[in-house]
């Protein structure tokens, strides 16, 4: 080779990598879709102190352009780059902070991030100027959607003293918050899942030693597991609206249940099977009703749980640890409606057995009626039969005697002509032969009708 070209099993490569005479290969249309998928929305690189505010603005399915063109407005506002168009999510710097929009299913994430907390080495409210003040008020007040979550974030530099216990309930507002040591030790976080009234929950983190990314990575994991959490529990309030009107079903079908044994007719089966099929139509509808809000529990959930297993938390001696928590307080909510969810496919799937075996019952009783009818037809058929063999034999006697009774007016007519024949010998002799005659031509004929091929 020559020039620097080297020879590959897809052609040959000039210096610069370029493929020299070989068809290029033809990508996938989502090739670089999905390749990029697993990069989307990385955690930003923060720097201790700073302050963040996150904003979960519950907006529905198909809202995501809405967020982008309110985005666009702001970056108008600004000068800085627009989005592009389709984006879901966008991270941009304004100068004094830095905003970060996550367009999610049925919600967007608004984050803010300013530098700073407080003096360093000291130890003051860090939540007496949030992040979430950089942003111009009209724009924040026309948000898409409404707000479910909002959360004040602190992290201060490993310069600044650990808060003692009567520092952390002022800045909490109670002793009522939790905290663990956090990635290795390298962090430790605060917060006590409440709205406070500025209306935003508060998380305190201490840098220990963390790098730029992990901080971000923390603070990402920590918003996420009270995002989740609440978008959890918006299945909570559904279930229990939803229980009142299982109540009345259960009853019903247990009563339907019973009578299915004492059923005396047709018709007292069809109108329990009207019943029944109401009741399978109310099922079906509070499951469809509830089938993507319990879905959606049950994922964030999860992602509440793999967010806290990220923390690797340690116990900080007298105070719950955020696993601990969730598992006495969210842990309960999510069963519950993951028991009204059994209870509805449990319910759903007795209908449908109680509908079978009614329906099995109204079809047997119909078959019954059904073999009746079918007796009773044969019965009129086989009466039809012995009637019919009993006219044909009328037929042939009527027909014999027409036929009998023209032999002898032939008969006669041929003794006037001069011919020496007796009507009366004649007629004699012609009776049993006609009547042969005619009675082999009623059964060929009734052959031919019942069998014509």
């Excluded at 929305?41 to 720097?47: K, N, Q």
């Excluded at 962090?187 to 840098?207: K, P, Q, V, Y």
Aim: aromatic share 6%.
């Amino acid at each position: 080779m020559t020039g620097g070209a080297v020879q590959t099993s897809m052609g040959t490569l000039d210096r610069d990598g370029a493929v020299i005479g070989s068809r290029p290969l033809r990508d996938h249309p989502l090739r670089q879709t999905l390749t990029n998928e697993v990069h989307a929305r990385p955690p930003e690189a923060l720097t201790s102190p700073m302050r963040a505010t996150m904003l979960a603005m519950l907006s529905g399915e198909g809202a995501g352009e809405a967020d982008r063109r309110h985005l666009e407005a702001l970056c108008d506002w600004a000068g800085v780059v627009r989005p592009p168009q389709g984006a879901t999510h966008h991270s941009a710097s304004f100068g004094s902070f830095h905003l970060k929009w996550e367009r999610h299913t049925e919600f967007s994430a608004w984050t803010v991030f300013r530098p700073g907390a407080m003096p360093a080495g000291t130890l003051v409210d860090p939540f007496l100027d949030p992040a979430l003040a950089a942003l111009p008020r009209d724009w924040l007040a026309g948000l898409p959607g409404d707000l479910l979550v909002g959360i004040h974030v602190a992290v201060l530099d490993p310069e600044t003293p650990e808060p003692s216990a009567n520092m952390m309930a002022a800045m909490f507002g109670s002793e009522s918050y939790v905290g663990s040591r956090i990635a290795g030790r390298s962090a430790t976080a605060w917060t006590d899942f409440r709205i406070h009234g500025d209306g935003f929950s508060r998380m305190l983190i201490i840098d220990h030693s963390m790098t730029p990314r992990q901080t971000g990575r923390v603070v990402q994991r920590l918003m996420e597991i009270e995002t989740y959490r609440v978008l959890a529990l918006l299945a909570l309030p559904m279930a229990r609206g939803v229980l009142p009107r299982i109540n009345p079903i259960e009853a019903g079908l247990a009563d339907v249940t019973t009578r299915i044994a004492t059923l005396r007719g047709l018709q007292d089966e069809r109108d329990l099977l009207d019943r029944l099929t109401l009741l399978a139509a109310q099922t079906e509808q509070i499951a469809a009703e509830t089938a993507y809000r319990f879905g959606a529990a049950r994922a964030y959930y999860e992602l509440v749980e793999r967010r806290i297993e990220e923390l690797r938390e340690i116990r900080i001696e007298g105070l719950q640890t955020v696993q601990e928590f969730m598992d006495r307080r969210l842990t309960p909510a999510v069963r519950t409606c993951e028991a009204v969810e059994q209870r509805l496919n449990s319910l759903s799937q007795r209908v449908a057995r109680a509908s079978n075996l009614l329906r099995t019952r109204v079809e047997i009783a119909v078959e019954g009626q059904n073999a009746e009818l079918l007796q009773s037809m044969d019965r009129r058929a086989h009466l039809q039969l012995r009637m019919q063999e009993t006219v044909e034999g009328l037929s042939v006697v009527a027909i014999s005697y027409y036929l009998v009774g023209i032999v002898g007016y032939a008969a006669k007519g041929l003794k006037g002509f001069g011919f020496k024949i007796d009507p009366d010998m004649l007629v004699g002799v012609m009776i049993p032969i006609v009547i042969a005659f005619v009675w082999s031509g009623v059964r060929r004929i009734r052959k031919v009708l019942t069998n014509p091929h």
